[in-house]
């Protein structure tokens, strides 16, 4: 295993462990983030999305498989099991990290997954009749917002 490879597995062992802190440290002060439910995310707001997200996750359970990196690209396969909180519906998503790391820290993120599958099984209903629009999408999008926005406002916040 390389040291992008070791990078990565010490991002996703302190992920399944919750610690925030230990992610966060894997990545660079200027980390670009992006997923379907968020999208771009910089710095500060990265760290808080994760520390926000883990500090609420109850029943978390991460797995990773397949990490390989050439040069400073790097990929891996990941899933993650949890009740979604807004609903307490069960969730299991899976998904393909990409990731650039340069002065072994993760200079930058992407998680990949399909956005309908995970709404069908946060939202139910709602989320396999409307997963697959816009409508729904920005919808989700404005509440994690809105949370990260709160969360980082917040005394619980270490991002502020």
């Known amino acids: ?14 992920f399944a462990d ?3 802190k230990g992610m966060a440290a894997c990545y660079d002060e200027d980390i670009f983030f992006y997923d379907p439910v968020f ?3 910089e710095g500060r707001q990265v760290r808080a999305m994760w520390e926000m997200l883990l500090r609420n996750a109850r029943d978390l359970r991460l797995s990773v498989s ?3 990196s050439e040069d400073e690209y790097g990929t891996c396969q990941w899933e993650a099991s949890y009740t979604f909180s807004a609903t307490g519906r069960p969730v299991v998503n899976k998904g393909k990290a990409h990731m650039k790391m340069a002065g072994g820290k993760i200079t930058e993120h992407s998680d990949l997954f399909s956005f309908w599958n995970w709404s069908r099984q946060a939202l139910g209903l709602k989320g396999l009749l409307l997963g697959g629009t816009t409508f729904l999408q920005n919808r989700v999008r404005s509440q994690a917002w809105k949370n990260l926005e709160r969360f980082m406002n917040s005394s619980n916040s270490s991002q502020h």
């Open 1 to 14: 295993m390389n040291q992008n490879e070791q990078l990565i597995k010490k991002f996703y062992d302190c």
């Open 39 to 41: 999208l771009n995310l």
């Open 18 to 20: 919750k610690d925030w």
């Open 66 to 68: 397949n990490i390989i």
